[in-house]
T-cell receptor, first 115, second 113 residues
């Protein structure tokens, strides 16, 4: 079974530039999550999709962050414009459904550095 | 709001020895799930073990086991026969129905050869 695929693995940009991350979940997984992990902290949920609908985006800074999962499979997360505090690892995860018992399977993440 | 606390930032263990990682959480719910995830330097979070709050029996996965104390809201992870490949960050996490997965700050485990 192929795992969660993310790209790019690393990204360096200057503040005020824009950046996009891509995620392809495990085949058949209806639920997709984007997390932000700042150095030295645990991941924080940014947005959760169930198929192509948003379940929870309460912690997504909507003035600069956006995400979509148009066909209910792969997803993109965009930051525009980037700020210094956005430097973090962005993790994508997927699960079969939204059940709390369902294990979430994570990708390798994208490490974003803002100069 | 639910919180997950991992008070030890770092721990070290000798290869082949046993180590216990601590975690406490705060919730008013009776039905929820607890998880331990491992994150090696490669960054991929890997599920180590899961515990259902309604089960009294502690979960076990090979060399990994938990000590779940519901009344004390404690969920520690025991790693037996530690191996070099166990070196990583370990995160405790909590989730209840219709809510998000909440992680602790993590603990860095090093394994001495």
């Amino acid at each position: 079974e192929a795992g969660v695929a993310q790209s790019p693995r690393y990204k360096i940009i200057e503040k005020r530039q824009s950046v996009a991350f891509w995620c392809n979940p495990i085949s058949g997984h209806a639920t997709l999550y984007w997390y932000q992990q700042i150095l030295g902290q645990g991941p924080k949920l940014l947005i959760q999709f169930q198929n192509n609908g948003v379940v929870d985006d309460s912690q997504l800074p909507k003035d600069r962050f956006s995400a979509e999962r148009l066909k209910g499979v792969d997803s993109t997360l965009k930051i525009q414009p980037a700020k210094l505090e956005d430097s973090a690892v962005y993790l994508c995860a997927s699960s079969l459904d939204t059940g709390a018992h369902q294990p979430q399977h994570f990708g390798d993440g994208t490490r974003l550095s803002i100069l | 709001a639910q919180t997950v606390t991992q008070s030890q930032p770092e721990m070290s263990v000798q290869e082949a020895e046993t180590v216990t990682l601590s975690c406490t959480y705060d919730t008013s719910e009776s039905d929820y799930y607890l998880f331990w995830y491992k994150q090696p330097p490669s960054r991929q979070m890997i599920l180590v073990i899961r515990q259902e709050a309604y089960k009294q029996q502690n979960a076990t996965e090979n060399r990994f086991s938990v000590n779940f104390q519901k009344a004390a809201k404690s969920f520690s992870l025991k790693i037996s026969d530690s191996q070099l490949g166990d070196a990583a960050m370990y995160f405790c996490a909590y989730r209840r129905a219709n809510s998000k997965l909440t992680f602790g700050k993590g603990i860095t485990l090093s394994v001495r050869p």
